[in-house]
Structures are given as structure tokens and as C-alpha cells.
């Protein structure tokens, strides 16, 4: 994360230093490989969490903050298989403001943006197919997915990662704003339902609205333009 798009020398060869996200061009998803666990017999003098039957373990895992159920993936390969596990059944996910204080504070500014992006493609391409409803809430200014400056990267992971989302929550983040909400409905056509309530929306691309769209949410989003307010009382099937 130091050499993130900076240049370095090894051995007089220069190298460029790139993350890779899932989404990125030429990204590949490597399944895990077969495991190998160690079947020694128990220790009854070192108790130890280890010794949990799966379904016990996973259960526990479940109270954890999402934050830190994705880092405990590196305790050992047999907690990276069963939080794999676990995400390829979550139906939702709500990423509030909880969830991002939850990264490390000692990151700079540059590396905070990374770090957050990280996790968050992470947590779309664990979850998958099998995402039904994902929300965001909390503080404005804290949300990397309405951000042009990378034009929109994760609004298009999302459409490409989790091609069954349904439902989708911005509320109360106000850098959703015009152009962020019509890439959002321009690129997730089969939306059922939207909140957008508490954001910068105005409303003129409301005649791009998804046709299975049953509910939109727009209380509090004062931006919204009264002629557009009227058109889609008129035209809108919601």
C-alpha cells in the first residue's frame, strides 16, 4: 500500500507497484485450493477455540462487526474457508457509519481511500450472486462509491458482482448526488427497490428509472426539482 501507484528500483529494474480489485481489467477470481488440515489427535491440556465444530465456529464469527470478520481470514485457512462460506450466503448488507470508524486511523488520507475501497469490493465480490440488498448509511463525506474521481468504479462492480441486487440504500449520503444516481439506475436496471432519502439527488433523470422498479424513497432529498416531482406523479408505476 506504501508503492500504491508509485514507481520503485529493485536490482536496477523498474517497477511499477498496482493493486488489482476485483473489476479491474484483467482481474481473476483464484478459487481456494484444497487444504490440508491437521488431523493430529486434541490436546486436552490446551483447550483452544480450533477444537469448535464448524457450524459452532461460524456461529460465533456471525457477531462479529463485518470489518473484522474479513480480517480474521488470516488467522488460518481453515477461518478464511468458513467466512468464505458464510459470505456466499448473505442475502444483505448494511454498510453503516460503525462500519467504516472501523478502519485503522493510522492510514493516511490516500491510503484510507484504498484500504476502504478494498473492503468494499471485497465484501461485493465474496457476497456474489447471492446478494439481495445492500445499504449505506451514515456520515456524507465517507463513501467512495459515489465518488467520480475514479469514475464511478464500484457503482460498476456492483452492477458486474451482484447481478441479483434488488434493493439499494443510499440513505442520508449526500454525495449521492445527480450524476452518481443516474449511473447507478443507468447501469442496475432490474432494481425492485430504492431509498435515496437525505441525498443530493434533483430528479432529472427520473424518466431513466428501471422499469421493475416498485418503491422509490425520496423524503428529505430537498434538491429535487418541483417540475420533476410532478412528471413522475404522472408517469410512475412505483
Not at 470489518?67 to 488467522?75: D, F, L
Not at 460498476?156 to 442520508?172: H, V
Not at 450524476?179 to 439527488?201: E, G, N, Q
Amino acid at each position: 500500500m506504501d508503492l500504491n501507484n508509485q514507481e520503485c528500483y529493485q536490482t536496477d529494474n523498474r517497477l511499477i507497484i498496482k493493486p488489482m480489485l476485483p473489476g479491474d481489467e484483467g482481474f481473476v477470481w483464484q478459487p481456494l485450493p484444497d487444504r490440508e488440515y491437521d488431523l493430529s489427535p486434541l490436546d486436552p491440556s490446551k483447550p483452544t477455540i480450533h477444537v469448535l465444530a464448524d457450524d459452532a465456529m461460524m456461529e460465533i464469527l456471525k457477531y462479529l462487526p463485518l470489518m473484522e470478520r474479513i480480517v480474521c481470514e488470516i488467522i488460518c485457512r481453515r477461518w478464511q474457508t468458513l467466512l468464505y462460506v458464510m459470505f456466499k450466503s448473505t442475502t444483505h448488507l448494511n454498510l453503516d457509519q460503525s462500519y467504516l470508524m472501523r478502519v485503522p486511523l493510522i492510514f493516511s488520507k490516500t491510503k484510507f481511500k484504498f484500504f476502504r475501497t478494498a473492503m468494499l469490493s471485497k465484501m461485493l465480490l465474496l457476497t456474489g450472486k447471492s446478494l439481495n440488498s445492500l445499504s449505506f448509511s451514515g456520515r456524507n463525506d465517507e463513501y467512495v462509491l459515489f465518488d467520480n474521481s475514479d469514475k464511478y468504479k464500484l457503482i460498476l462492480m456492483m452492477a458486474q458482482l451482484c447481478p441479483n441486487l434488488e434493493c439499494f440504500s443510499a440513505k442520508k449520503c449526500l454525495q449521492l448526488n445527480e450524476r452518481a444516481f443516474k449511473k447507478l439506475i443507468s447501469v442496475m436496471p432490474c432494481l425492485v427497490k430504492i431509498d435515496v432519502s437525505h441525498t443530493a439527488i434533483k430528479g432529472n433523470c427520473f424518466n431513466l428509472l428501471p422499469e421493475s422498479l416498485k418503491e422509490l424513497d425520496i423524503s428529505f432529498s430537498t434538491l429535487v426539482l418541483k417540475e420533476k416531482l410532478i412528471e413522475l406523479s404522472k408517469t410512475c408505476k412505483i
